[in-house]
Protein backbone atom coordinates (compact mmCIF):
# COMPACT_ATOMS: atom_id res chain seq x y z
CA UNK A 1 0.00 0.00 0.00
CA UNK A 2 1.42 3.30 -0.87
CA UNK A 3 1.64 6.35 1.31
CA UNK A 4 -1.13 8.02 -0.02
CA UNK A 5 -3.71 4.93 0.23
CA UNK A 6 -2.65 4.32 3.99
CA UNK A 7 -3.48 7.57 4.18
CA UNK A 8 -6.58 7.97 2.33
CA UNK A 9 -7.98 4.78 4.47
CA UNK A 10 -6.67 6.35 7.28
CA UNK A 11 -9.18 9.10 6.41
CA UNK A 12 -12.39 7.20 5.85
CA UNK A 13 -11.53 5.31 9.04
CA UNK A 14 -12.19 8.56 10.67
CA UNK A 15 -14.95 9.70 8.52
CA UNK A 16 -16.94 6.36 10.40
CA UNK A 17 -15.27 7.41 13.71
CA UNK A 18 -17.09 11.30 12.76
CA UNK A 19 -20.63 9.85 12.02
CA UNK A 20 -20.44 7.69 15.12
CA UNK A 21 -19.83 10.51 16.78
CA UNK A 22 -21.43 13.65 15.40
CA UNK A 23 -24.71 12.11 13.48
CA UNK A 24 -25.51 8.87 14.37
CA UNK A 25 -26.84 9.92 18.10
CA UNK A 26 -29.11 12.27 15.93
CA UNK A 27 -30.70 9.05 13.90
CA UNK A 28 -31.19 6.84 16.96
CA UNK A 29 -32.41 9.46 19.15
CA UNK A 30 -35.47 8.67 21.29
CA UNK A 31 -38.95 10.20 20.68
CA UNK A 32 -40.85 11.97 23.01
CA UNK A 33 -44.57 12.85 23.04
CA UNK A 34 -44.90 16.62 22.89
CA UNK A 35 -41.26 17.53 22.57
CA UNK A 36 -39.62 16.08 19.60
CA UNK A 37 -40.65 17.03 16.36
CA UNK A 38 -42.14 14.83 13.79
CA UNK A 39 -40.69 16.27 9.83
CA UNK A 40 -42.90 14.94 7.45
CA UNK A 41 -39.36 13.84 5.80
CA UNK A 42 -36.01 14.06 6.13
CA UNK A 43 -32.73 11.95 5.43
CA UNK A 44 -31.56 8.33 6.49
CA UNK A 45 -28.13 7.74 6.64
CA UNK A 46 -25.16 6.42 7.89
CA UNK A 47 -21.36 6.26 7.86
CA UNK A 48 -21.35 4.63 4.37
CA UNK A 49 -23.10 7.71 2.52
CA UNK A 50 -19.96 9.76 4.37
CA UNK A 51 -17.34 8.22 3.26
CA UNK A 52 -18.55 7.48 -0.35
CA UNK A 53 -19.09 11.64 -0.32
CA UNK A 54 -15.49 11.81 0.95
CA UNK A 55 -14.03 9.17 -0.94
CA UNK A 56 -15.51 11.04 -4.08
CA UNK A 57 -13.89 14.33 -3.03
CA UNK A 58 -10.48 13.21 -2.43
CA UNK A 59 -10.19 12.01 -5.83
CA UNK A 60 -11.24 15.71 -6.77
CA UNK A 61 -13.41 14.76 -9.71
CA UNK A 62 -15.88 17.37 -9.33
CA UNK A 63 -18.55 16.64 -12.29
CA UNK A 64 -19.83 13.55 -13.74
CA UNK A 65 -17.61 10.87 -13.22
CA UNK A 66 -17.25 7.02 -11.71
CA UNK A 67 -19.88 7.05 -8.99
CA UNK A 68 -22.32 8.54 -11.58
CA UNK A 69 -21.48 6.11 -13.71
CA UNK A 70 -21.86 3.47 -11.27
CA UNK A 71 -25.18 5.06 -9.80
CA UNK A 72 -26.70 5.02 -13.35
CA UNK A 73 -25.79 1.29 -13.82
CA UNK A 74 -27.38 0.19 -10.16
CA UNK A 75 -30.89 2.28 -11.02
CA UNK A 76 -31.38 1.07 -14.38
CA UNK A 77 -30.54 -2.04 -13.19
CA UNK A 78 -33.09 -1.90 -10.30
CA UNK A 79 -36.00 -0.57 -12.33
CA UNK A 80 -34.99 -2.77 -15.36
CA UNK A 81 -34.58 0.06 -17.90
CA UNK A 82 -31.74 0.57 -20.37
CA UNK A 83 -30.98 3.63 -19.67
CA UNK A 84 -30.83 6.23 -16.82
CA UNK A 85 -29.47 9.43 -17.05
CA UNK A 86 -28.58 11.51 -13.43
CA UNK A 87 -29.46 15.56 -13.71
CA UNK A 88 -28.88 17.94 -10.80
CA UNK A 89 -32.52 17.63 -9.74
CA UNK A 90 -36.10 15.92 -10.27
CA UNK A 91 -37.07 19.40 -11.49
CA UNK A 92 -34.14 19.28 -14.42
CA UNK A 93 -35.24 15.34 -14.97
CA UNK A 94 -38.98 16.77 -15.63
CA UNK A 95 -37.27 19.74 -17.80
CA UNK A 96 -35.18 16.77 -19.84
CA UNK A 97 -37.64 14.79 -19.86
CA UNK A 98 -40.68 17.11 -21.80
CA UNK A 99 -37.86 18.96 -23.61
CA UNK A 100 -36.42 16.01 -25.41
CA UNK A 101 -39.95 15.30 -26.46
CA UNK A 102 -39.28 19.00 -28.67
CA UNK A 103 -36.82 17.34 -30.85
CA UNK A 104 -36.89 17.71 -34.70
CA UNK A 105 -34.88 14.35 -34.82
CA UNK A 106 -39.00 13.01 -33.49
CA UNK A 107 -40.43 14.14 -36.99
CA UNK A 108 -44.15 14.47 -37.07
CA UNK A 109 -44.28 13.49 -33.24
CA UNK A 110 -42.02 16.57 -32.30
CA UNK A 111 -43.90 18.63 -29.82
CA UNK A 112 -43.97 21.86 -30.79
CA UNK A 113 -44.98 25.28 -29.55
CA UNK A 114 -48.81 25.43 -29.37
CA UNK A 115 -49.15 21.46 -29.24
CA UNK A 116 -50.95 20.40 -25.93
CA UNK A 117 -49.79 18.39 -23.39
CA UNK A 118 -52.32 16.53 -20.82
CA UNK A 119 -51.59 16.98 -17.07
CA UNK A 120 -53.57 17.92 -13.60
CA UNK A 121 -53.93 21.14 -12.16
CA UNK A 122 -53.23 19.26 -8.23
CA UNK A 123 -49.80 18.44 -7.50
CA UNK A 124 -46.03 19.92 -8.15
CA UNK A 125 -45.67 23.08 -10.25
CA UNK A 126 -42.65 21.39 -11.64
CA UNK A 127 -44.62 18.94 -13.86
CA UNK A 128 -45.90 21.52 -15.63
CA UNK A 129 -43.22 24.27 -15.81
CA UNK A 130 -41.52 23.03 -19.08
CA UNK A 131 -45.27 22.28 -20.94
CA UNK A 132 -45.65 26.06 -20.28
CA UNK A 133 -41.81 27.47 -20.61
CA UNK A 134 -41.09 25.91 -23.93
CA UNK A 135 -44.47 27.32 -25.50
CA UNK A 136 -46.81 24.54 -25.33
CA UNK A 137 -49.91 24.48 -23.90
CA UNK A 138 -50.99 22.04 -20.54
CA UNK A 139 -54.46 20.93 -20.74
CA UNK A 140 -55.89 20.24 -17.24
CA UNK A 141 -57.97 17.61 -15.59
CA UNK A 142 -59.57 16.58 -12.99
CA UNK A 143 -58.84 14.28 -9.98
CA UNK A 144 -60.62 11.16 -8.24
CA UNK A 145 -60.13 11.47 -4.45
CA UNK A 146 -59.96 7.84 -3.49
CA UNK A 147 -57.12 7.40 -4.88
CA UNK A 148 -55.72 11.70 -4.93
CA UNK A 149 -55.03 10.77 -8.91
CA UNK A 150 -55.96 12.00 -12.22
CA UNK A 151 -59.83 11.44 -13.21
CA UNK A 152 -59.03 8.87 -16.24
CA UNK A 153 -62.42 9.59 -17.33
CA UNK A 154 -61.81 12.95 -18.35
CA UNK A 155 -59.30 11.77 -20.87
CA UNK A 156 -61.10 11.62 -23.68
CA UNK A 157 -63.00 14.77 -23.18
CA UNK A 158 -59.07 16.53 -22.94
CA UNK A 159 -57.93 15.43 -26.82
CA UNK A 160 -57.79 17.90 -29.17
CA UNK A 161 -56.37 17.40 -32.84
CA UNK A 162 -53.29 19.44 -30.91
CA UNK A 163 -52.89 17.13 -28.11
CA UNK A 164 -49.21 15.49 -28.74
CA UNK A 165 -48.47 13.89 -24.80
CA UNK A 166 -49.75 13.57 -21.25
CA UNK A 167 -47.25 13.96 -18.84
CA UNK A 168 -48.74 13.20 -14.65
CA UNK A 169 -47.19 12.54 -11.44
CA UNK A 170 -48.27 9.37 -9.42
CA UNK A 171 -49.10 10.87 -6.41
CA UNK A 172 -47.52 10.80 -3.29
CA UNK A 173 -46.42 7.71 -4.22
CA UNK A 174 -49.52 6.15 -5.16
CA UNK A 175 -49.53 5.30 -8.95
CA UNK A 176 -52.33 6.68 -11.61
CA UNK A 177 -54.35 4.10 -13.17
CA UNK A 178 -51.40 3.13 -15.67
CA UNK A 179 -53.82 0.90 -17.44
CA UNK A 180 -56.00 3.12 -18.69
CA UNK A 181 -53.59 6.16 -19.15
CA UNK A 182 -51.44 3.98 -21.12
CA UNK A 183 -53.89 2.50 -23.17
CA UNK A 184 -54.99 6.27 -23.82
CA UNK A 185 -51.65 7.09 -24.86
CA UNK A 186 -51.36 4.59 -27.27
CA UNK A 187 -54.65 4.46 -28.43
CA UNK A 188 -53.95 8.33 -29.65
CA UNK A 189 -50.27 7.61 -30.31
CA UNK A 190 -49.28 9.85 -27.64
CA UNK A 191 -46.14 10.39 -25.54
CA UNK A 192 -46.19 9.42 -21.89
CA UNK A 193 -44.06 10.87 -18.98
CA UNK A 194 -44.12 9.51 -15.83
CA UNK A 195 -43.11 11.98 -13.32
CA UNK A 196 -42.12 9.40 -10.70
CA UNK A 197 -40.32 11.70 -8.36
CA UNK A 198 -42.82 11.00 -5.51
CA UNK A 199 -43.08 7.34 -6.22
CA UNK A 200 -39.89 5.47 -6.81
CA UNK A 201 -40.17 1.94 -6.05
CA UNK A 202 -44.06 1.69 -6.23
CA UNK A 203 -45.23 -1.34 -8.64
CA UNK A 204 -47.86 -1.09 -11.05
CA UNK A 205 -49.17 -4.77 -12.51
CA UNK A 206 -45.71 -6.59 -11.36
CA UNK A 207 -43.56 -3.57 -12.97
CA UNK A 208 -42.10 -0.37 -11.57
CA UNK A 209 -43.73 3.05 -12.15
CA UNK A 210 -41.95 5.61 -14.01
CA UNK A 211 -40.76 2.30 -16.86
CA UNK A 212 -44.34 2.37 -18.41
CA UNK A 213 -44.96 5.08 -20.08
CA UNK A 214 -41.71 6.63 -22.58
CA UNK A 215 -39.92 8.29 -19.98
CA UNK A 216 -39.48 8.35 -16.41
CA UNK A 217 -38.12 10.84 -13.89
CA UNK A 218 -37.17 10.87 -10.08
CA UNK A 219 -35.79 13.24 -7.50
CA UNK A 220 -33.52 12.68 -4.98
CA UNK A 221 -33.99 16.42 -2.85
CA UNK A 222 -33.52 15.26 0.77
CA UNK A 223 -37.84 14.57 1.53
CA UNK A 224 -37.62 12.01 -1.44
CA UNK A 225 -37.43 8.21 -1.06
CA UNK A 226 -33.68 8.42 -1.26
CA UNK A 227 -31.16 11.06 -1.65
CA UNK A 228 -28.13 12.82 -2.61
CA UNK A 229 -28.83 16.10 -1.41
CA UNK A 230 -29.79 17.63 -4.94
CA UNK A 231 -30.17 15.13 -7.65
CA UNK A 232 -32.50 13.41 -10.10
CA UNK A 233 -32.82 10.91 -13.08
CA UNK A 234 -34.97 10.33 -16.37
CA UNK A 235 -34.75 6.44 -17.74
CA UNK A 236 -36.03 5.09 -20.73
CA UNK A 237 -35.98 2.01 -23.11
CA UNK A 238 -36.60 4.16 -26.58
CA UNK A 239 -33.20 4.41 -28.06
CA UNK A 240 -34.10 7.56 -29.96
CA UNK A 241 -34.97 9.19 -27.11
CA UNK A 242 -32.03 7.63 -25.40
CA UNK A 243 -30.15 9.71 -27.99
CA UNK A 244 -32.01 12.91 -27.89
CA UNK A 245 -31.74 13.15 -23.79
CA UNK A 246 -28.16 12.59 -23.35
CA UNK A 247 -27.67 15.46 -26.24
CA UNK A 248 -30.16 17.80 -24.24
CA UNK A 249 -28.78 16.88 -20.58
CA UNK A 250 -24.83 17.87 -21.91
CA UNK A 251 -25.36 21.13 -23.64
CA UNK A 252 -26.97 19.87 -27.08
CA UNK A 253 -24.35 18.61 -28.45
CA UNK A 254 -23.80 15.85 -30.83
CA UNK A 255 -20.97 14.10 -29.32
CA UNK A 256 -21.30 10.97 -26.80
CA UNK A 257 -18.01 10.93 -25.88
CA UNK A 258 -17.66 10.67 -21.80
CA UNK A 259 -16.08 13.42 -19.83
CA UNK A 260 -12.65 13.45 -20.55
CA UNK A 261 -12.58 11.20 -23.30
CA UNK A 262 -11.72 11.97 -27.34
CA UNK A 263 -13.13 10.12 -30.65
CA UNK A 264 -15.49 7.81 -29.51
CA UNK A 265 -16.65 7.23 -32.51
CA UNK A 266 -13.51 7.42 -34.42
CA UNK A 267 -14.56 9.95 -36.69
CA UNK A 268 -14.11 12.76 -35.14
CA UNK A 269 -12.70 15.47 -37.72
CA UNK A 270 -13.94 13.33 -40.58
CA UNK A 271 -17.99 13.95 -41.11
CA UNK A 272 -19.80 16.72 -42.25
CA UNK A 273 -22.96 18.74 -40.26
CA UNK A 274 -25.41 21.31 -41.56
CA UNK A 275 -23.16 23.98 -43.16
CA UNK A 276 -20.49 23.81 -40.92
CA UNK A 277 -17.25 22.79 -42.90
CA UNK A 278 -16.29 19.56 -43.64
CA UNK A 279 -14.16 17.67 -40.85
CA UNK A 280 -15.55 20.45 -37.82
CA UNK A 281 -14.77 18.58 -34.62
CA UNK A 282 -17.56 16.18 -33.84
CA UNK A 283 -16.94 17.27 -29.53
CA UNK A 284 -18.50 21.20 -30.80
CA UNK A 285 -21.70 19.75 -33.20
CA UNK A 286 -25.11 21.00 -31.47
CA UNK A 287 -27.70 19.38 -32.63
CA UNK A 288 -29.97 20.64 -30.19
CA UNK A 289 -30.29 23.71 -28.04
CA UNK A 290 -29.72 21.68 -24.74
CA UNK A 291 -28.75 22.49 -21.02
CA UNK A 292 -25.57 21.90 -18.53
CA UNK A 293 -27.83 19.09 -16.16
CA UNK A 294 -25.38 17.06 -15.00
CA UNK A 295 -24.67 16.70 -11.10
CA UNK A 296 -21.31 16.67 -9.45
CA UNK A 297 -19.72 12.57 -8.53
CA UNK A 298 -20.01 13.61 -5.11
CA UNK A 299 -23.99 13.75 -5.48
CA UNK A 300 -23.79 10.28 -6.99
CA UNK A 301 -21.33 9.43 -4.17
CA UNK A 302 -24.01 9.84 -1.51
CA UNK A 303 -26.85 8.21 -4.28
CA UNK A 304 -24.86 4.93 -4.84
CA UNK A 305 -24.76 4.26 -1.07
CA UNK A 306 -28.57 5.20 -0.55
CA UNK A 307 -29.20 2.68 -3.54
CA UNK A 308 -28.08 -0.26 -1.04
CA UNK A 309 -30.63 0.61 1.81
CA UNK A 310 -33.59 1.64 -0.60
CA UNK A 311 -35.18 -1.59 -0.63
CA UNK A 312 -35.65 -1.25 3.01
CA UNK A 313 -37.16 2.11 2.89
CA UNK A 314 -39.35 1.34 0.14
CA UNK A 315 -40.68 -1.76 3.13
CA UNK A 316 -40.29 0.80 6.26
CA UNK A 317 -42.97 3.38 4.18
CA UNK A 318 -45.12 0.35 3.49
CA UNK A 319 -45.44 -0.40 6.83
CA UNK A 320 -45.79 2.98 8.36
CA UNK A 321 -48.52 3.89 6.07
CA UNK A 322 -50.55 0.34 7.30
CA UNK A 323 -49.97 1.71 10.50
CA UNK A 324 -51.62 5.03 10.18
CA UNK A 325 -54.05 3.43 7.87
CA UNK A 326 -55.46 0.84 10.56
CA UNK A 327 -55.06 3.75 12.98
CA UNK A 328 -57.22 6.32 11.55
CA UNK A 329 -59.31 4.24 9.11
CA UNK A 330 -62.51 4.48 11.90
CA UNK A 331 -62.64 8.03 11.74
CA UNK A 332 -65.73 9.39 9.70
CA UNK A 333 -64.55 12.63 9.06
CA UNK A 334 -61.64 11.71 6.86
CA UNK A 335 -61.44 10.04 3.71
CA UNK A 336 -58.21 8.47 2.96
CA UNK A 337 -56.28 7.82 0.01
CA UNK A 338 -55.99 3.95 -0.73
CA UNK A 339 -53.72 2.43 -2.95
CA UNK A 340 -54.89 1.85 -6.79
CA UNK A 341 -56.06 -1.62 -7.50
CA UNK A 342 -53.09 -3.44 -9.17
CA UNK A 343 -50.68 -1.72 -7.24
CA UNK A 344 -48.01 -1.96 -4.82
CA UNK A 345 -47.23 1.55 -3.97
CA UNK A 346 -44.28 2.96 -1.90
CA UNK A 347 -45.64 5.75 -0.19
CA UNK A 348 -44.13 9.14 -0.22
CA UNK A 349 -46.80 10.63 2.15
CA UNK A 350 -50.33 9.58 3.96
CA UNK A 351 -52.28 12.08 2.29
CA UNK A 352 -56.50 12.40 4.62
CA UNK A 353 -59.03 14.48 3.03
CA UNK A 354 -61.73 16.04 5.21
CA UNK A 355 -65.50 15.08 4.40
CA UNK A 356 -68.11 17.10 3.12
CA UNK A 357 -70.06 18.50 6.38
CA UNK A 358 -67.66 18.35 9.06
CA UNK A 359 -67.12 21.22 11.53
CA UNK A 360 -63.94 22.21 11.65
CA UNK A 361 -61.47 23.34 8.41
CA UNK A 362 -58.67 21.97 6.86
CA UNK A 363 -56.51 24.72 8.41
CA UNK A 364 -57.53 24.08 12.05
CA UNK A 365 -56.73 20.78 12.26
CA UNK A 366 -53.00 21.33 10.22
CA UNK A 367 -52.89 24.33 13.10
CA UNK A 368 -53.69 21.46 15.93
CA UNK A 369 -50.85 19.03 14.33
CA UNK A 370 -48.74 21.75 13.94
CA UNK A 371 -48.47 23.27 17.68
CA UNK A 372 -48.05 19.98 18.63
CA UNK A 373 -44.63 19.33 16.71
CA UNK A 374 -46.56 17.42 13.69
CA UNK A 375 -45.05 18.29 10.29
CA UNK A 376 -47.89 19.34 7.71
CA UNK A 377 -47.94 19.63 4.13
CA UNK A 378 -50.71 20.72 0.83
CA UNK A 379 -50.64 18.74 -1.66
CA UNK A 380 -48.36 21.13 -3.05
CA UNK A 381 -50.45 23.85 -5.03
CA UNK A 382 -53.58 22.52 -4.05
CA UNK A 383 -54.88 23.99 -7.76
CA UNK A 384 -51.78 25.41 -9.40
CA UNK A 385 -54.19 27.51 -12.00
CA UNK A 386 -55.28 29.51 -9.18
CA UNK A 387 -51.45 30.81 -8.03
CA UNK A 388 -49.89 34.04 -9.08
CA UNK A 389 -48.01 32.31 -11.88
CA UNK A 390 -51.51 31.66 -13.91
CA UNK A 391 -52.16 35.41 -13.58
CA UNK A 392 -50.57 36.65 -16.74
CA UNK A 393 -52.01 33.46 -18.52
CA UNK A 394 -54.87 33.28 -20.75
CA UNK A 395 -57.27 30.67 -20.15
CA UNK A 396 -58.48 29.06 -23.38
CA UNK A 397 -55.20 29.70 -25.37
CA UNK A 398 -52.49 29.88 -23.31
CA UNK A 399 -53.41 26.77 -20.91
CA UNK A 400 -57.30 25.07 -21.38
CA UNK A 401 -59.40 23.27 -18.26
CA UNK A 402 -61.46 20.27 -18.99
CA UNK A 403 -64.66 21.03 -17.78
CA UNK A 404 -64.58 22.42 -13.99
CA UNK A 405 -61.93 21.12 -11.49
CA UNK A 406 -64.09 20.56 -8.70
CA UNK A 407 -62.26 17.67 -6.78
CA UNK A 408 -58.78 19.75 -7.51
CA UNK A 409 -60.56 22.32 -5.96
CA UNK A 410 -61.47 19.97 -2.68
CA UNK A 411 -57.93 18.95 -2.64
CA UNK A 412 -56.55 22.42 -2.46
CA UNK A 413 -59.17 23.64 0.24
CA UNK A 414 -59.48 20.36 2.10
CA UNK A 415 -56.65 17.95 2.14
CA UNK A 416 -53.19 17.85 3.83
CA UNK A 417 -50.58 14.81 3.95
CA UNK A 418 -48.19 13.74 6.90
CA UNK A 419 -45.23 12.07 6.75
CA UNK A 420 -44.27 7.90 7.14
CA UNK A 421 -40.52 7.90 6.61
CA UNK A 422 -38.05 5.72 7.81
CA UNK A 423 -36.88 7.35 9.85
CA UNK A 424 -40.02 7.35 11.56
CA UNK A 425 -41.05 4.76 14.69
CA UNK A 426 -44.04 3.65 16.37
CA UNK A 427 -43.86 6.14 18.74
CA UNK A 428 -43.69 9.06 16.48
CA UNK A 429 -46.43 7.42 14.02
CA UNK A 430 -48.71 6.51 17.38
CA UNK A 431 -48.40 10.33 18.45
CA UNK A 432 -49.47 11.22 15.52
CA UNK A 433 -52.53 9.01 15.05
CA UNK A 434 -53.82 10.09 18.75
CA UNK A 435 -52.97 14.20 18.51
CA UNK A 436 -55.12 13.43 15.04
CA UNK A 437 -58.08 11.32 17.16
CA UNK A 438 -57.84 13.71 19.52
CA UNK A 439 -58.88 16.84 17.38
CA UNK A 440 -61.22 14.88 15.42
CA UNK A 441 -63.00 13.75 18.33
CA UNK A 442 -63.14 16.80 20.17
CA UNK A 443 -64.25 19.04 17.43
Given at each position: ???????????????????????????????????????????????????????????????????????????????????TFLVNSGSSANLLAFYTLTSPLLKERQVKRGDEVISVAAGFPTTVAPIVQYGAVPVFV??????????????????????????????????????????????????????????????????????????????????????????????????????????????????????????????????????????????????????????????????????????????????????????????????????????????????????????????????????????????????????????????????????????????????????????????????????????????
Amino acid sequence: MTQAEQLKQEILEKTKEYYELVHKPNQTKPFVSGKSRVNYAGRVFDEKEMINLVDSSLDFWLTYGDYSKTFEKKLAEFLDVRWTFLVNSGSSANLLAFYTLTSPLLKERQVKRGDEVISVAAGFPTTVAPIVQYGAVPVFVDMELTHANIDVTQLEKALSPKTKAVMIAHTLGNPFNIKAVKEFCDKHNLWLIEDNCDALGSIYNGRPTGTWGDIGTSSFYPPHHMTMGEGGATYTDNPLLKKIMLSMRDWGRDCWCESGVDNTCGCRFTQSFGTLPKGYDHKYVYSHFGFNLKVSDMQAAVGVAQLEKFPSFVQIRKENYKKLYDGLKDLKELQLVTAQPNSDPSWFGFMMTLKDGVKFTRNELVEHLENNNIQTRNLFAGNMTRHPMFDSMIEGSDYRIVGTLTNTDKIMNDSFWIGLYPGMGDDALNYMISKIKEFVQNA
